[in-house]
T-cell receptor
Framework: DTGVSQDPRHKITKRGQNVTFRCDPI?????LYWYRQTLGQGPEFLTY????????KSRLLSDRFSAERPKGSFSTLEIQRTEQGDSAMYLC?????????????FGPGTRLTVL | QKEVEQDPGPLSVPEGAIVSLNCTYS??????FMWYRQYSRKGPELLMY????GNKEDGRFTAQVDKSSKYISLFIRDSQPSDSATYLC?????????????????FGQGTILTVHP
C-alpha cells in the first residue's frame, strides 16, 4: 500500500493525558498536512510541513499541540494535557508540492476520544 | 461567516437521479477547487480538481466553477447506492509571492448524500 498511513487508528484517553499520533506520507511527497475534523464538520487545517520545515500553523493549534517532521519523512502530532474538546478525527495528508497542483491525499485518520 | 459555505443536507435521492451539490466561497484569493468524497469513519478521497471557471467532467461526475459568483458545484449523473457518502468541497489559495498559505485547504461543512435503491 503506497497511500498515506496513520497510527493509531483509534485512541481513547483520559483527560489530562498526553497522546501522540504518527503519519507516514506517500513516499517522496515533500509536503505534509495535519487537519482536525469534528462530527458533522469538514476538516480544519492545523499545520503543514515542507520537508522538515513547519511553514504554517493555524490558530487552532494551541500551545498544547506540537507537530514535528524531523527527517522530512514521517510526522508526529502530540497533544499534551488532553481536554474533552480535543475529541476529533485527526487527519494527515501529503502532496508532492508541484506548482499549483498541490493535490492532497488523505490518510484514514486517527480518531481521538478524550474521556 | 465561514470562508466556504456548504449546505449540510442531508440529501436523499433514488438510484439513477441526478445529484447537485453546491458551495459558495468568500475569499477571492482561492484559485483551485476540489471535491472530496468521505465514507463514514474514513479519510477524504479526492474526486475532482479544477483551476478555472467552467466545467470539468470525469465519468458520471461534473465539477463546475463560477469564479465571478464564487460558486462551485458537483453534479453526479445516474447516482448509485455506492455514491452514498459525505461530499466535501475544498478550496486553496495556491502559491503566492510570499510563499505563505500555499497548499492549505479550506473545506466546506460537507453534504451527506444517501442514494437509495
Amino acid at each position: 500500500d503506497t497511500g498515506v498511513s496513520q497510527d493509531p487508528r483509534h485512541k481513547i484517553t483520559k483527560r489530562g493525558q498526553n497522546v501522540t499520533f504518527r503519519c507516514d506520507p506517500i513516499s517522496e511527497h515533500n509536503r505534509l498536512y495535519w487537519y482536525r475534523q469534528t462530527l458533522g464538520q469538514g476538516p480544519e487545517f492545523l499545520t503543514y510541513f515542507q520537508n522538515e520545515a513547519q511553514l504554517e500553523k493555524s490558530r487552532l493549534l494551541s500551545d498544547r499541540f506540537s507537530a514535528e517532521r524531523p527527517k522530512g519523512s514521517f510526522s508526529t502530532l502530540e497533544i499534551q494535557r488532553t481536554e474533552q474538546g480535543d475529541s476529533a478525527m485527526y487527519l494527515c495528508a501529503s502532496s508532492s508540492g508541484q506548482g499549483g497542483t498541490d493535490t492532497q491525499y488523505f490518510g484514514p485518520g486517527t480518531r481521538l476520544t478524550v474521556l | 461567516q465561514k470562508e466556504v459555505e456548504q449546505d449540510p443536507g442531508p440529501l436523499s435521492v433514488p438510484e439513477g437521479a441526478i445529484v447537485s451539490l453546491n458551495c459558495t466561497y468568500s475569499n477571492s484569493a482561492f484559485q483551485y477547487f476540489m471535491w472530496y468524497r468521505q465514507y463514514s469513519r474514513k479519510g477524504p478521497e479526492l474526486l475532482m480538481y479544477t483551476y478555472s471557471s467552467g466545467n470539468k467532467e470525469d465519468g458520471r461526475f461534473t465539477a463546475q466553477v463560477d469564479k465571478s459568483s464564487k460558486y462551485i458545484s458537483l453534479f453526479i449523473r445516474d447516482s448509485q447506492p455506492s455514491d452514498s457518502a459525505t461530499y466535501l468541497c475544498a478550496t486553496g489559495a495556491g502559491h503566492n509571492a510570499g510563499g505563505t498559505s500555499y497548499g492549505k485547504l479550506t473545506f466546506g461543512q460537507g453534504t451527506i448524500l444517501t442514494v437509495h435503491p
